[in-house]
């Protein structure tokens, strides 16, 4: 009976940070951190290649406008905060050369510098928001560090996946900012991490709350149109780095939709990365 609870542990579902702090994950991908305006976008799964490129001055201002039709409530401003990582996003994949990333993971993206894994897109959707929380633009929230589920027992269905977060400063909810199943551009979900990518319901341990608590999300109908993409790539050198042990744990690519996929979708049929 011993042994088949240890199995049971071993194999089962769970939920965790990535990391008291968000330096402790950039720490163990050796990941840059921003630096000011310049953001070193990881690619080539796990971080492996950094470029390096600098939001301009006119497009911070852009991302204030955005974020500042959200300033009403701390959804209103998740909504906004969507919209704005898309654009940075966009901006950044654009010039760096990872905006023609295949949503997912596949074999063949491992080490190729213009592809990116769920490691990847969460470290730099993470590095977006500490751009704008560096100039203030959140007012309901704060950027939090890597979250991260798995449950070995679906396979690659379970793999595991990581999302940055933010944190809504009122209520202390998590909510996790995940674009990996979507194209360069798209606005990421922003759900709350008991709902994310595997429903906590569904997990053995390492879940605080049941997602039962939460109250049903609205759906978003919002049309999202195609970013235009400016900014400038720092222009100094960018070397690719050695290959790390975390890297290249890859799966089947899955196709991604066009609108931004619910959290039961992707508990039920999307595929995960590491």
């Given at each position: 009976m011993f042994a088949a609870a240890f199995v049971a542990v071993c194999v089962g579902g769970c939920a965790y940070s990535g990391g008291k702090t968000i330096d402790a994950h950039f720490s163990r991908y050796k990941a840059r951190l921003p630096e000011g305006n310049r953001v070193f976008v990881c690619s080539a799964y796990g971080c492996r290649t950094q470029t390096p490129f600098r939001f301009?001055?006119?497009d911070i201002e852009e991302v204030r406008t955005v974020m500042a039709k959200g300033a009403a409530s701390p959804a209103a401003e998740r909504e906004a905060a969507r919209k704005a990582i898309a654009m940075m996003g966009a901006r950044a994949d654009k010039a760096v050369g990872t905006d023609k990333d295949r949503p997912g993971d596949d074999m063949l993206g491992n080490g190729d510098p213009g592809q990116m894994d769920c490691v990847d897109v969460a470290t730099n959707l993470t590095s977006y928001m500490m751009v704008m929380e560096r100039h203030k633009l959140f007012k309901h929230h704060t950027v939090g560090p890597m979250f991260i589920k798995e449950?070995?027992?679906?396979?690659?269905?379970?793999w595991t996946h990581y999302a940055g977060t933010m944190i809504e400063n009122g209520s202390g909810q998590k909510f996790a900012v995940d674009g990996w199943l979507l194209a360069s551009g798209k606005p990421p979900e922003i759900v709350e991490v008991e709902r994310w990518y595997i429903d906590n319901d569904d997990l053995l341990f390492g879940a605080k709350a049941t997602t039962s608590s939460l109250k049903p999300q609205p759906a978003d109908n919002t049309k999202q149109g195609d970013p235009i993409v400016t900014g400038s790539i720092d222009k100094k050198a960018t070397k690719a780095k050695e290959p790390i042990a975390e890297a290249g744990n890859a799966k089947p690519k899955t196709k991604a939709s066009s609108t931004t996929p619910t959290a039961a979708a992707k508990?039920?049929?999307?595929?995960s990365s590491q």
């Open positions: 301009e001055p006119a449950d070995l027992r679906r396979g690659f269905d379970g508990a039920t049929s999307a595929t």
